[in-house]
């Protein structure tokens, strides 16, 4: 959250983007163990995973900084706006949302 002050103390026109991942009380199983999998990986080359967000809560906290503008994009979201037309297959999978918020 010191990461959002801070930004959020910078002039109109300013943006933060970034992704987060959901708390593990809202994956299914087969979502959990996905992210166990993924998470021990990158925990072995150093970069552990330890903040976990609601984007709902994340938002309203955002706003009550000072953001004025939020976008949220989940995996279903992101695949529409950025995979579509690919025709290879790749997908986003996972639970981890896409976030810019503006000031």
């Keep these: 959250m010191e990461t959002f002050a801070f930004v959020a103390s910078m002039p109109p026109g300013s943006e933060i983007v970034f992704d987060c991942a959901v708390p593990e009380s809202s994956l299914s199983d087969n979502q959990k163990l996905a992210r ?3 998470a021990n990986r990158v925990a072995a080359v150093g970069e552990s995973w330890l903040t976990h ?3 709902v809560s994340l ?3 955002l706003r009550q900084m000072g953001f004025t503008q939020i976008e949220d994009l989940g ?3 992101a695949n529409e706006r950025y995979f579509k037309d690919r025709t290879d297959g790749l997908r986003l999978a996972g639970a981890a949302h896409l976030m810019k918020a503006s000031l």
């Design 36 to 38: 166990q999998a993924r």
């Design 53 to 55: 967000f609601d984007p």
């Design 59 to 61: 938002a309203s906290d």
């Design 75 to 77: 995996p279903d979201a």
